[in-house]
Nanobody, 125 residues
Framework: QVQLVESGGGSVRAGGSLRLSCAAS????????MGWFRQAPGKEREGVAA????????YYADSVKGRFTISHDNAKNALYLQMHSLKPEDTAMYYC??????????????????WGQGTQVTVSS
């Protein structure tokens, strides 16, 4: 059974940084697409960043380009999201998601079948 466990969330001031981690286990895929999504209260869950673990291709939402970096450690099967220059509008629950590498729209929520429980990120002004 696939399990995704996020960690690294917290509270920071605007301009600060955080690094989220997602530990994956129970995977049957040789390569996959993994992503970070976020959901603020009263809003839809949105794709933030995604990576194809085989090819290393990365994708970002326009709102985080240049500030967030997604990466994957194949040996540890861990996913990371390095976040810099955080803004109050980045405040949300952040979720790790994963699926096989046939995902066509890496930032689309409907593409992913496996989800973590989320980690809260709060950015104060």
């Amino acid at each position: 059974q696939v399990q995704l466990v996020e960690s690294g969330g917290g509270s920071v001031r605007a301009g600060g940084s955080l690094r989220l981690s997602c530990a994956a286990s129970g995977y049957a895929y040789d390569s996959s697409c993994m992503g970070w999504f976020r959901q603020a209260p009263g809003k839809e869950r949105e794709g933030v960043a995604a990576i194809y673990t085989g090819a290393g291709s990365t994708y970002y939402a326009d709102s985080v380009k240049g500030r967030f970096t997604i990466s994957h450690d194949n040996a540890k099967n861990a996913l990371y999201l390095q976040m810099h220059s955080l803004k109050p509008e980045d405040t949300a629950m952040y979720y790790c998601a994963a699926d096989g590498d046939r995902v066509e729209s890496p930032l689309a929520r409907y593409e992913y079948n496996f989800w973590g429980q989320g980690t809260q990120v709060t950015v104060s002004s």
